[in-house]
């Protein structure tokens, strides 16, 4: 699907900033929208190994509809999946492709710190009024169904965070200014605004006020192996467009392949890339098979993952040489749509912070404390290894 229909549109949804209508049909009459939706839903009853796999073959073939199409799992959490009405209400039109799926939760000053956030949502008899402005809303322009969240207990911070769904057309609300992004440029990415916008409690996710920003770090635990598998996927089409090149190039009389010095390249370029789908397919069945703490292994799939896509496309664009640099040739596109994903859906950064700390984690309940001192090593003491007489 993704070689029949989005490569052959990847460049030109990349020059228009189109968005890629053509694809979302195709993706439609091949089932593939919203299978990881439950059955009696219309969907496919897939996990996250399945999303991910979708979603690095098209990205394979074009980022931006690799993210397009991941970004719509967004609502795939776990709070509005146990709730029925919303399940009865969002679910089947997602699963039909009629429903496009965005995720607001990062501000103009809260982006890393998303705890910080500053849109309210205060009770107003059995709803809720929104007031505030969303950044950096992948899908913001196309989607129907908004995830938003907001302070609905200001005076507790991020503990006073809910979860909204909130349907496009509702008074208040507007999609606003579009990102001129360098990459994934046929996903628009807009803002959100919020003016006295009326949410009824019926729409807050799960059905149940506060536990937002906990609602948030676990569906983003549980999509960061998407973004991961979408730089996995650029990780190999970009390997592959440098593979094809450097056999066809002739330079000193033979194929630029046949120099060692592009072989050994190549080699570290395939390995880092097989490293990065053995991790992203092990963090996506770990998330399928239920194992309780995955945010560790999920920052370790997503930053892995997106720091070998911008090495092994960067590469890439080196291999290719000036053509590389030129957009009369495809691999550029790779290294500008690899770029965003060191960034969004939490940065490199956070990511080795929610290691760092699980790791933190790990330790206290291996040593019931943080004091480590050289007794916790006995087999390192002088008294384990005696030196020779
Ligand atoms: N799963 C469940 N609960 C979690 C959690 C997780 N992965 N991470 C944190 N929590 C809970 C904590 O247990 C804590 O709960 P209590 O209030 O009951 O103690 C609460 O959330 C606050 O956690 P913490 O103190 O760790 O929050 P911090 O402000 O330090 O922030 C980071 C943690 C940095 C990890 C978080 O803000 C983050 O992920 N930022 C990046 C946001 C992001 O990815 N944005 C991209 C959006 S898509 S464009």
Known sequence: MAEKFVRPRAAELDRSGEYGWDILEALKSYRLTGIWIPEEYGGQGAGV??????????????????VAYAVNASARSDRPRRHPEQKQKYLPPIAAGTALIAFGLSEKASGSDAGSLRTTAIRDGSDFILNGHKKWNTNGAVASTFTVYALTDPDKGMRGISAFIVEKGTPGFSVGKRED???IRTVPVNELDFVDCRVPESQVVGGKEGGGFRNAMMTLDRARPGVAAQALGLAQGG???ALRYASERRQFGQTVMSHQAIQFMLADMATQVEAARQLVYTSARAIDAGVKNINKIAAMAKVFATDTAMKVTT?????FGGYGYCRDYPIEKYMRDAKITQIYEGT???QRLVIGRALTRELKELTGHLDVTVEHFPDFTPAANPTEE
């Not at 999303?51 to 931006?64: D, F, H, Y």
């Not at 590469?315 to 291999?319: E, G, M, P, R, Y």
């Open 239 to 241: 390997l592959e467009w």
């Open 315 to 319: 590469d890439a664009v080196q291999l």
């Open 348 to 350: 490199n950064q956070v």
């Open 181 to 183: 992004t360098m990459g």
């Open 49 to 66: 190994l399945d999303i991910c796999l979708v979603v690095e073959q098209l990205s394979r073939a074009c980022g931006g509809i690799g």
